[in-house]
């Protein structure tokens, strides 16, 4: 759940901030969108789990260019923080719940 939370922002903020249109993060979106759709020969593989990969390049780039200096100490920082703060802890609730049921 948190994967495609993370996927959804980034994507809004791929669609709101022209500077995040370069190569590195087109590339890894197209790869990840367009890959669940390719036709294949056999049942053994999905293509969807091969599209993951792609999608987390393009996350983590998208959290890259929002990350950056510039940017980071500008007027968005609380915002920038508060993202980086709620998804991290996220991830260590999710985690630690993983390793319990376990």
Same mark, same amino acid.
């Not at 890894?28 to 987390?56: E, H, I, K, Q, R």
């Given at each position: 759940?948190?994967?495609?939370? @993370?996927? =959804?922002?980034?994507? &809004?903020?791929? &669609? ?10 087109? @590339?890894?979106? =197209?790869? #990840? $969108? &367009?890959? /669940?759709?390719? /036709?294949? !020969? ?12 792609? #999608? ?8 890259? !260019? =929002? $990350? ?15 993202? @980086? $703060? +709620? &998804?991290?802890? @996220? ?7 993983? +390793? #319990?049921?376990?």
């Amino acid at each position: 759940m948190l994967e495609v939370v @993370a996927f =959804l922002t980034c994507f &809004l903020v791929f &669609l709101v901030w022209r500077r995040t249109h370069y190569f590195g993060n087109v @590339a890894p979106l =197209l790869v #990840a $969108l &367009l890959l /669940p759709w390719w /036709p294949t !020969d056999s049942f053994t593989g999905s293509t969807v789990l091969w599209s993951l990969p792609f #999608a987390f390049v393009f996350i983590g780039g998208i959290y890259a !260019d =929002l $990350l950056e200096r510039r940017f980071f100490e500008g007027r968005f920082r609380k915002r920038v923080t508060a993202t @980086a $703060l +709620v &998804l991290v802890g @996220a991830s260590a609730l999710l985690s630690f719940m993983l +390793v #319990a049921a376990v």
